[in-house]
């Protein structure tokens, strides 16, 4: 059963941004048919349907493949903000990296507060720096398609660009790494609780919401014509700054808070509830 609040009504969008996991997605990680037809209906149309996820694009490829949504016109936000991508091309058209000297210092924050760690690469890699590996980034490495590789230290890694670092860890350890989090760090990336299990760190721009709004302008919709739907911390941005932020009914409840609409959860196609009911003509 969906819910409707603050004053939401119909308009003519242009853009859906939406997140993948929790989102377009079953717990079990399958698109459903109703989902699938209402989302390739509105693409039909002419409006733009953009996948938007912590994953690199290699993680939502099968995704992009099952909907149909990968010709040259198609666009899908990566690493939570750090890339916008044409589908069909692997060079991003906008860009947010962090460096090597940020790995340094995150890992090392990481192993000074007890927490593990993991560095997600521009090209889809994932590097840890203990042998003692989270299985939450064994299980993060199976879900997006990444390999994991394994390097004593951070020096050890490499010299690279880093799309985002994350801590990956049991619940109860990132909440009390989170309360000894430095304010300078905090000041100095975008800090997100994105999942139960995961913390990220990024550039301080490199937001869903941000990189939707620079996509929307390089497309020549206006913001008041997209529409966002997700359902964590990650999603916040893009649900705020979109004409029609939407949460899902298993969203957590900030982002409920700050949301326009709340429809059905993704166990029952709330997703595709409100594509048809605010874009399908």
């Given at each position: 059963?969906?819910?409707f609040?603050?004053?939401?009504?119909?308009?003519?969008?242009?853009?859906?941004?939406?997140?993948?996991?929790?989102?377009?997605?079953?717990?079990?990680?399958?698109?459903?048919?109703?989902t699938?037809?209402?989302?390739?209906?509105?693409?039909?149309?002419?409006?733009?349907?953009?996948?938007?996820?912590?994953?690199?694009?290699?993680?939502?490829?099968?995704?992009?493949?099952?909907?149909?949504?990968?010709?040259?016109?198609?666009?899908?936000?990566?690493?939570?903000?750090?890339?916008?991508?044409r589908?069909?091309?692997?060079?991003?058209?906008?860009?947010k990296?962090?460096?090597?000297?940020?790995?340094?210092?995150l890992?090392?924050?990481?192993?000074?507060?007890?927490?593990?760690?993991?560095?997600?690469?521009?090209?889809?890699?994932?590097?840890?720096?203990?042998?003692?590996?989270?299985?939450?980034?064994?299980?993060?490495?199976?879900?997006?398609?990444?390999p994991?590789?394994?390097?004593?230290?951070?020096?050890?890694?490499?010299?690279?660009?880093?799309?985002?670092?994350?801590?990956?860890?049991?619940?109860?350890?990132?909440?009390?790494?989170?309360?000894?989090?430095?304010?300078?760090?905090?000041?100095?990336?975008?800090?997100?609780?994105?999942?139960?299990?995961?913390?990220?760190?990024?550039?301080?721009?490199?937001?869903?919401?941000?990189?939707?709004?620079?996509?929307?302008?390089?497309?020549?919709?206006?913001?008041?014509?997209?529409?966002?739907?997700?359902?964590?911390?990650?999603?916040?941005?893009?649900?705020?700054?979109?004409?029609?932020?939407?949460a899902?009914?298993?969203?957590?409840?900030?982002v409920?808070?700050?949301a326009?609409?709340?429809?059905?959860?993704?166990?029952h196609?709330?997703?595709?509830?409100?594509?048809?009911?605010?874009?399908?003509?």
């Amino acid at each position: 059963m969906e819910t409707f609040h603050k004053g939401a009504t119909a308009m003519a969008i242009k853009m859906i941004t939406t997140d993948i996991d929790g989102t377009l997605l079953t717990n079990t990680k399958k698109i459903t048919t109703h989902t699938k037809k209402a989302l390739q209906m509105a693409r039909q149309q002419g409006v733009y349907v953009v996948l938007c996820s912590g994953r690199p694009l290699v993680g939502m490829q099968e995704y992009l493949t099952e909907l149909g949504f990968y010709r040259a016109d198609d666009y899908a936000i990566t690493f939570n903000g750090g890339q916008v991508q044409r589908v069909t091309e692997t060079t991003p058209l906008f860009s947010k990296m962090l460096t090597t000297e940020d790995f340094v210092k995150l890992d090392q924050l990481s192993h000074q507060l007890g927490v593990r760690g993991q560095a997600v690469t521009p090209d889809g890699n994932i590097y840890v720096t203990t042998p003692d590996v989270s299985p939450v980034s064994v299980m993060d490495s199976y879900f997006t398609k990444m390999p994991l590789h394994v390097r004593e230290n951070a020096q050890a890694a490499g010299v690279f660009d880093l799309a985002k670092y994350m801590w990956a860890d049991e619940a109860s350890i990132l909440t009390s790494a989170i309360s000894k989090l430095p304010a300078d760090i905090q000041e100095s990336y975008y800090c997100v609780h994105s999942e139960e299990w995961f913390f990220e760190f990024m550039h301080p721009r490199a937001t869903k919401g941000n990189t939707m709004l620079e996509l929307a302008a390089k497309l020549g919709i206006k913001p008041a014509e997209v529409m966002a739907v997700g359902d964590q911390n990650n999603d916040l941005t893009m649900i705020k700054a979109a004409g029609l932020g939407v949460a899902m009914g298993n969203a957590n409840p900030l982002v409920k808070e700050n949301a326009q609409v709340v429809t059905a959860d993704n166990e029952h196609e709330g997703l595709a509830t409100a594509v048809e009911k605010y874009v399908l003509n």
